[in-house]
């Protein structure tokens, strides 16, 4: 199972202009839930699907989306069978044109 959270969309305040707002702030979390599956550990399945992740935020569309930290994996607290990993990126996006900056 694969979720996707939007952590942060807040105001750049030094973007502002006399239309007001221009770019924004945006943080987002992909966590990742697998089992073990007849070819594949649970984490192994975690591996390959953030692997997955990470190079598709990479690419030429999202490149500008920063990852933030390591790609952090975990056992289901109630089910050991479960591993969890999780992603997450941000980066400033201008409004008008949906164009992502990055530092």
């Avoid at 996707?4 to 221009?22: A, H, P, S, T």
């Avoid at 390591?70 to 400033?92: C, S, W």
Wanted: charged share 25%; net charge negative.
């Amino acid at each position: 199972m694969l979720t996707i959270q939007e952590l942060n969309n807040e105001n750049v305040n030094r973007y502002f202009n006399d239309e007001g707002e221009q770019v924004v702030y945006v943080g987002y979390q992909f966590r990742i839930d697998s089992e073990q599956t007849s070819t594949h550990t649970a984490l192994e399945n975690v591996e390959i699907i953030g692997s997955i992740i990470d190079d598709y935020m990479s690419g030429d569309k999202y490149y500008c989306l920063r990852r933030i930290g390591n790609f952090a994996k975990y056992p289901m607290q109630n089910d050991n069978n479960v591993i969890t990993g999780y992603l997450r990126y941000e980066g400033h996006i201008e409004k008008n044109t949906n164009t992502i900056y990055r530092r």
